[in-house]
C-alpha cells in the first residue's frame, strides 16, 4: 500500500471560456461555499476562446474567501519562469496564501510558436522546466541576488521578491519517465489527469516518481499525489468513475490508500456535478479512508502481539451492514439556525455479536438508496435555481419542476422513506409516516426518543420546501428582492437536509438491518 498519510484535498477544473466568465465565478463561489480546497483552470495562452489563466484566477480568489486556485497546468513555454514566479507570489499575497503552481512543459507547439514561443523537442522541453524550477526557486528565496538557472532560463543576480506568505507548491505534470523523474527530483506534487494517466497505470508512475525522489536523497513523501478526474454519475459503477456518489467515494478511497493519491479535483463545468461532489463524494471518501487509516495504526499498534478481538463497535457495525452512514458535510450555508444538532437524540450502541440478515442488510441499503435520491434532487433544485438567477430560466417553469420532485410530492408528511421505498420495491403503497417509526419503536422501545426527533424534523423540512416555493412567486413580482430569498432559502433547505439525512442513516440503518422485514408487522 502506497499511502504516504497526506491530507486529502479536493477542487475542481473549470474550463476558461472567455464568454463564460460569470458562471466561472459562480461556480467557483459555489466550491468555496461547499467546502472544497481547490479551484483550477486550464493555461492556454495561445487560445482566443479563453480567458488569461492568470487574470482568472486572481478573479476567483478576489471573488472567494477559502479555495486556493491554481493553474492547471502553466504554460512554461509562454510563462518565462522569472515573471511567472512573481506573479504567482503576488497572487499568493493578494488572497491571503491562497495560490498554488501547476506547471507543465506545454504542448502544441505550432500555437506556441505562432504566439512568439519556441518549439522545444521533448528532451529540451523536460531541461527547460527544471532550469525554470530552480528559476522560481530562487525568486521565493530571501537573499541578495538571486542566480539560477542554464541554458534556457536563468537569473543573475535579479533581486528575490515578492516572496509567497506560504510555502507554495510546485506541482508538475506528468506522464513520461524523464517527467517523471524531475517531478520525484524537484517537485513538491504530481499533477496527472485521469485521461492520460488512468488508474491502472498510477502505481508503475509512482514507482518512477518514488525512485527518483529517494535517489535525490528526498522521501518519496515530500512529493503530493493531486488527480485531476473526470466522470459521471449515470452508469452501473463498472467502469471507473462511472456511477453513483458512493462508487465514486470507493474508488477514490482505494486511489488513496493505495495509490498515494492525496487531492482529487473534478473536470467539470455544471453546478450539479459540482455540488454532487462537494455534498457526497469528497466528505464520503475523507470518511472511508480515516477508517482505514486507522484500523492501519490499529494494526500496526499490534504488530508482533497476539491480536484481540475488535472493540470498536461502530466499525464491526458499519461492515456488517454492508453499507455506511453518509457523513454530514458540516458546511452551512445559511446564518440560520433551525434546530440544535448537539440536542439530538442518540440509538443505542449495536450488540457487536448481532448477524444482519440479507434482508435486513436490504432495507439498510435502500434507505441510503432512497436519500442519495433526495440528494441528487436538492441539486437539482439548486441548479435550477442558478438558472433562473442567470435568466436562463423563468420562476414560473422551475416552480413546475420543483413540484415534480420527490421531495416536494412526499411534502415530508409520509416520510422519504416510506413513501419512496415503497415505490421502489412495491410494499405498503399508503405508509404513513408513522409506519416506519412505529415499527421500529414496537421492535426497539429505546430508539423513541429518535424516531420522535426525526418526524420533528420532517415537519421543519415540509416547511422550508414551502418557504422556497413562496420564495418563487414573490421572485415573478419583485426579480430584484426576490431573487437573495429564494437563495436564503434554498441554502437554508440545503442545510436542513443534508444534515438530517446524514442524522437518519447514522440512528436507523442499525435498526432497520437488525429487524428487517419484521419492521411491518
Given at each position: 500500500m502506497a499511502d504516504y498519510g497526506h491530507d486529502l484535498s479536493f477542487g475542481i477544473f473549470v474550463t476558461p471560456k472567455a464568454d463564460a466568465g460569470p458562471h466561472i465565478i459562480e461556480l467557483a463561489r459555489r466550491a468555496d461555499a461547499a467546502g472544497l480546497d481547490w479551484v483550477s483552470v486550464q493555461d492556454h495562452p495561445y487560445q482566443p476562446a479563453f480567458l488569461d489563466a492568470m487574470t482568472l484566477l486572481t478573479a476567483i480568489a478576489a471573488a472567494t474567501e477559502h479555495v486556493a486556485v491554481f493553474p492547471n497546468v502553466a504554460n512554461l513555454p509562454l510563462r518565462p519562469p522569472a515573471v511567472l514566479a512573481r506573479a504567482v507570489a503576488s497572487l499568493d499575497i493578494l488572497s491571503g496564501g491562497r495560490a498554488e503552481l501547476g506547471i507543465g512543459t506545454g504542448a502544441f507547439w505550432d500555437a506556441i510558436a505562432a504566439m512568439g514561443g519556441p518549439r522545444r523537442s521533448p528532451r529540451e522541453s523536460v531541461d527547460a522546466l527544471r532550469e525554470a524550477i530552480a528559476v522560481i526557486r530562487a525568486l521565493w528565496t530571501p537573499g541578495r541576488g538571486a542566480r539560477a538557472g542554464g541554458q534556457y532560463y536563468s537569473v543573475s543576480g535579479a533581486k528575490p521578491g515578492p516572496f509567497p506568505v506560504h510555502d507554495v507548491g510546485i506541482w508538475v505534470g506528468a506522464y513520461k519517465e524523464r517527467m517523471l523523474r524531475l517531478t520525484g527530483e524537484a517537485g513538491d506534487g504530481w499533477l496527472p489527469s485521469s485521461p492520460y494517466a488512468p488508474p491502472e497505470q498510477l502505481a508503475a508512475m509512482n514507482a518512477v516518481i518514488d525512485a527518483a525522489a529517494t535517489e535525490a536523497g528526498r522521501s518519496p513523501a515530500d512529493v503530493q499525489r493531486i488527480y485531476n478526474i473526470a466522470g459521471s454519475f449515470s452508469g452501473d459503477g463498472s467502469s471507473f468513475l462511472q456511477g453513483p456518489p458512493k462508487v465514486w467515494a470507493e474508488q477514490l478511497a482505494g486511489l488513496a490508500l493505495d495509490e498515494g493519491i492525496s487531492g482529487f479535483v473534478l473536470m467539470a463545468d455544471d453546478t450539479v456535478t459540482v455540488d454532487r461532489f462537494a455534498a457526497e463524494v469528497a466528505p464520503a471518501v475523507r470518511e472511508l479512508v480515516a477508517s482505514e487509516r486507522a484500523l492501519a495504526d490499529a494494526d500496526a499498534d499490534t504488530d508482533a502481539r497476539p491480536v484481540s478481538p475488535p472493540t470498536?463497535?461502530?466499525?464491526?457495525?458499519?461492515?456488517?451492514?454492508?453499507?455506511?452512514?453518509?457523513?454530514?458535510?458540516?458546511?452551512?450555508?445559511?446564518?440560520?439556525?433551525?434546530?440544535?444538532?448537539?440536542?439530538?437524540?442518540?440509538?443505542?450502541?449495536?450488540?457487536?455479536?448481532?448477524?444482519?440478515?440479507?434482508?435486513?442488510?436490504?432495507?439498510?441499503?435502500?434507505?441510503?438508496?432512497?436519500?442519495?435520491?433526495?440528494?441528487?434532487?436538492?441539486?437539482?433544485?439548486?441548479?435550477?435555481?442558478?438558472?433562473?438567477?442567470?435568466?436562463?430560466?423563468?420562476?414560473?417553469?422551475?416552480?413546475?419542476?420543483?413540484?415534480?420532485?420527490?421531495?416536494?410530492?412526499?411534502?415530508?408528511?409520509?416520510?422519504?422513506?416510506?413513501?419512496?421505498?415503497?415505490?421502489?420495491?412495491?410494499?405498503?403503497?399508503?405508509?404513513?409516516?408513522?409506519?416506519?417509526?412505529?415499527?421500529?419503536?414496537?421492535?426497539?422501545?429505546?430508539?423513541?426518543?429518535?424516531?420522535?426527533?426525526?418526524?420533528?424534523?420532517?415537519?421543519?423540512?415540509?416547511?422550508?420546501?414551502?418557504?422556497?416555493?413562496?420564495?418563487?412567486?414573490?421572485?415573478?413580482?419583485?426579480?430584484?428582492?426576490?431573487?437573495?430569498?429564494?437563495?436564503?432559502?434554498?441554502?437554508?433547505?440545503?442545510?436542513?437536509?443534508?444534515?438530517?439525512?446524514?442524522?437518519?442513516?447514522?440512528q436507523i440503518l442499525e435498526p432497520l438491518a437488525r429487524v428487517g422485514p419484521a419492521i411491518y408487522g
Open positions: 470498536d463497535n461502530s466499525k464491526k457495525r458499519e461492515r456488517g451492514l454492508g453499507v455506511a452512514a453518509t457523513p454530514d458535510p458540516g458546511v452551512r450555508l445559511s446564518d440560520e439556525t433551525l434546530w440544535d444538532e448537539t440536542a439530538r437524540p442518540v440509538a443505542p450502541a449495536p450488540d457487536p455479536d448481532t448477524d444482519y440478515s440479507e434482508a435486513g442488510r436490504s432495507h439498510a441499503r435502500d434507505l441510503v438508496a432512497v436519500h442519495d435520491h433526495l440528494r441528487a434532487e436538492l441539486a437539482q433544485l439548486r441548479d435550477m435555481i442558478a438558472q433562473v438567477a442567470a435568466g436562463s430560466l423563468d420562476p414560473g417553469k422551475a416552480r413546475t419542476e420543483i413540484s415534480k420532485l420527490t421531495m416536494r410530492q412526499n411534502q415530508w408528511t409520509v416520510g422519504a422513506y416510506c413513501e419512496s421505498y415503497c415505490r421502489l420495491v412495491g410494499l405498503h403503497h399508503t405508509l404513513e409516516d408513522t409506519s416506519l417509526f412505529t415499527g421500529l419503536r414496537r421492535l426497539d422501545g429505546r430508539l423513541a426518543p429518535v424516531t420522535g426527533r426525526l418526524t420533528e424534523e420532517h415537519h421543519v423540512i415540509a416547511g422550508l420546501l414551502s418557504r422556497v416555493d413562496a420564495a418563487l412567486v414573490a421572485l415573478v413580482t419583485d426579480p430584484v428582492r426576490g431573487m437573495p430569498a429564494v437563495r436564503a432559502a434554498v441554502d437554508l433547505l440545503t442545510d436542513a437536509l443534508l444534515s438530517h439525512l446524514s442524522y437518519e442513516e447514522h
